[in-house]
């Protein structure tokens, strides 16, 4: 007798279980977004430490690492329904790190002896912007916003800005000149971060892979990571200008978009009345 009212309780309890949603596989199958941005900090702290090592191609190669999980775990999340404002702030305070303060450390010991008062003011102006750009996404996270704008980001994301921001280490030694370049190249990208320009979000992009090149795809795939992981310099210069050269054709896209959205609300407004 007992044993079968243990047996009602413990039915019981799965099934008030499984309505509130909180079975211990979901719980830990929802945290797995968050295991991810966990690494992707992790990986910004290895950045770190390489930098001050002088490795200043792992320190490289840590933040595009980074970069891939932070684009990774918002998806999941989102695939998962496992979005929280836990993980939100935990994903921001982990962006802030990885593209905020590694890249200016990196650029920091890469140009140590040829630092001078201009480029330390330009470092700092990255990271503040960086700051800047993370709490204005936030904000603007839980406004209402068109269908079609989400296609696109208010100013270069910071993953982007990290990764575009270190371009000059792929190109040149450091110098007194080179270090000057890379200051104003530093300065731009703030600029651009914290600016309204549209740049492409990539969030509303689809693309059904037919199951004959699924194969092919993911030869393609792996060949990247591979060229990435042998060649992250010379990668990273490819894929930074093809980032910058696209920044002119958002900004035509979005005003495309907008005007088409514009005109569509007008003849909705004037068939209604």
């Known amino acids: 007798m007992a044993n079968e009212r243990k047996s009602a309780d413990t039915a019981l309890n799965d099934i008030k279980s499984t309505i509130d949603g909180h079975k211990p596989h979901c719980r830990l199958v929802q945290q797995i977004p968050n295991a991810i941005t ?3 900090l992790c990986s910004g702290l290895a950045s ?25 775990d918002g998806r999941l999340a989102r695939r998962l329904h496992a979005s929280s404002q836990f993980g939100a702030e935990f994903d921001s305070l982990a962006d802030f790190l990885s593209f905020g303060v590694a ?22 102006a990255f990271a503040l912007a960086s700051a800047a750009r993370l709490a204005r996404f936030n904000a603007q996270s839980n406004s209402a916003a068109a269908a079609w704008q989400k ?21 040149a030694p450091p110098t007194p000149v080179t270090v000057q370049i890379a200051g104003l190249h530093t300065a ?65 896209s979005f005003r495309h978009d907008e005007k088409i959205h514009d005109e569509i609300d007008v003849e909705t407004a004037q068939i209604v009345e």
């Open 151 to 171: 296609a696109y980001f208010t100013g270069m994301p910071t993953p982007a800005a990290a990764l575009t921001v270190l371009l000059p280490i792929s190109l």
């Open 38 to 40: 966990a690494l992707a």
């Open 188 to 252: 731009l990208i703030a600029f651009l971060m914290v600016s309204t320009i549209p740049t492409f979000s990539g969030k509303t992009w689809a693309c059904q892979v037919p199951k004959s090149m699924m194969i092919a795809l993911f030869l393609a795939v792996a060949g990247l990571v591979a060229a990435v992981v042998l060649y992250p310099s010379e990668i990273l210069v490819v894929l930074t200008v093809l980032y910058l050269a696209s920044i002119p054709m958002s900004w035509m």
């Open 103 to 124: 890249p200016i450390v990196l650029l920091f010991f890469w140009g140590e002896a040829s630092m001078t008062g201009p480029f330390s003011l330009c470092l700092m």
């Open 48 to 72: 770190v430490r390489f930098s001050i090592e002088n490795e200043f191609e792992f320190a490289l190669l840590a933040i595009v690492v980074a970069a891939v999980l932070d684009g990774l």
